[in-house]
């Protein structure tokens, strides 16, 4: 197998990356690995997404950028990349099937994932009232009363933002001490809505087809209590899907791939890095399509100067 592009990850950037480099005739791989879609599969209404009025479901977004990349000839196959040489030319991707697919340029758009707090109930009710994204599903909990678990800046960052629309928030952290900024710790703490439980930990989220509470423990004495709640937030950080690219590429402390700023060159010429392996910051589904698009404009300068 030999082509001129091969991407690595099925989110908005690489099927982005992917429309771009076959419209722009290139023989174009992209390699899907085990969650074809990333995570806009466990999103229900995205309507954010420019053009679409109305709202899409993350799936059907995600099933509408693969036909349109396989509309101009994006080969897409079902397999996960286990192994990289990025240094050789053409660069090699082992398969999980066990063959090498030999590649010109590699554009790396293999995502982040969120973390989870692993309890009982939370990925049974993922996508009906367990969310890790507050911009995306914050709209469905108008004068609803949720919870956001994590003390980081994230965790205010969602609960500031969800009080545009519940009625409550509640912040649940495993200690005392925050490690948000003072800046964003604050704002929630002035905010009327927002309310603190400190040295608590979630330990199971319950309801059968919607979340109707969490059962909540007490870390200083271990009792514990069934709370009655409409949504369970997990701000609790992510991580870049970046583990078999760290040996070779440049990553900063947190493993995020490094790019030349304002591009998606990695350190080593002819791949490059788009969406939320990059982005710590904006991770939008639109703005991962909006690197997915700038990498595979770059892997056809680069082809076609550079390689
Ligand atoms: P952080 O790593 O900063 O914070 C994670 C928080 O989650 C910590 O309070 C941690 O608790 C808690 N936590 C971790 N694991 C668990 C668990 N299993 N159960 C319960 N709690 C847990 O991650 P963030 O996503 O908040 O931030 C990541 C980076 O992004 C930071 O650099 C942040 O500044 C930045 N950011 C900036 C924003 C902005 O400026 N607008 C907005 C959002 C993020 P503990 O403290 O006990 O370890």
């Given at each position: 197998m030999s082509y001129q592009v091969g991407i690595i990850g099925a989110g908005p950037s690489g099927y982005t990356a992917a429309i771009y480099a076959s419209r722009a005739n290139l023989n174009t791989v992209l390699f899907t690995g085990l969650?074809?879609?990333?995570?806009?599969?466990?999103?229900?209404?995205?309507?954010?997404?420019?053009?679409e009025e109305h709202g899409i479901l993350g799936p059907e977004l995600m099933a509408k950028l693969r036909t349109q990349a396989g509309r101009f000839g994006a080969e897409i196959k079902e397999?996960?990349?286990?192994?990289?040489?990025?240094?050789?030319?053409p660069k090699k991707l082992t398969l999980s099937n066990g063959t090498v697919a030999e590649c010109e340029s590699v554009i790396i758009a293999t995502g982040a994932s969120a973390k989870w707090l692993?309890?009982?109930?939370e990925a049974k009710l993922r996508g009906r009232g367990v969310s890790a994204c507050a911009t995306c599903d914050?709209?469905?909990?108008?004068?609803k009363n949720v919870a956001v678990v994590g003390g980081g800046d994230s965790a205010m960052e969602e609960a500031n933002f969800l009080t545009k629309f519940a009625s409550s928030v509640t912040v649940i952290h495993r200690?005392?001490?925050?490690?948000?900024s003072k800046i964003m710790l604050t704002r929630a703490q002035n905010n009327p809505k927002i309310s603190f439980k400190m040295n608590?930990?979630?330990?199971e989220v319950l309801g059968?087809?919607?979340?109707?509470g969490l059962k909540i423990?007490?870390?200083?004495?271990q009792t514990s209590a069934d709370l009655p709640f409409d949504g369970l937030f997990v701000a609790i950080g992510h991580f870049p899907n970046s583990a078999i690219f760290a040996n070779q590429l440049t990553v900063d402390r947190k493993g995020y791939i490094t790019v030349l700023t304002g591009t998606?060159?990695?350190?080593?010429?002819?791949v490059f890095a788009a969406g939320d392996v990059v982005d710590?910051?904006?991770?939008?589904a639109v703005t991962a399509a909006g690197t997915g698009c700038i990498a595979a404009l770059e892997a056809e300068r680069w082809i076609s100067h550079g390689a």
């Open positions: 969650e074809p879609g990333g995570q806009l599969m466990l999103t229900s209404d995205v309507e954010n997404w420019p053009g397999l996960s990349v286990t192994a990289v040489d990025l240094i050789s030319h692993d309890v009982h109930g914050g709209f469905f909990f108008k004068g200690s005392a001490e925050f490690k948000a608590a930990k979630v330990v059968e087809d919607r979340v109707t423990e007490n870390l200083i004495d998606t060159q990695t350190n080593i010429p002819g710590h910051l904006y991770r939008q």
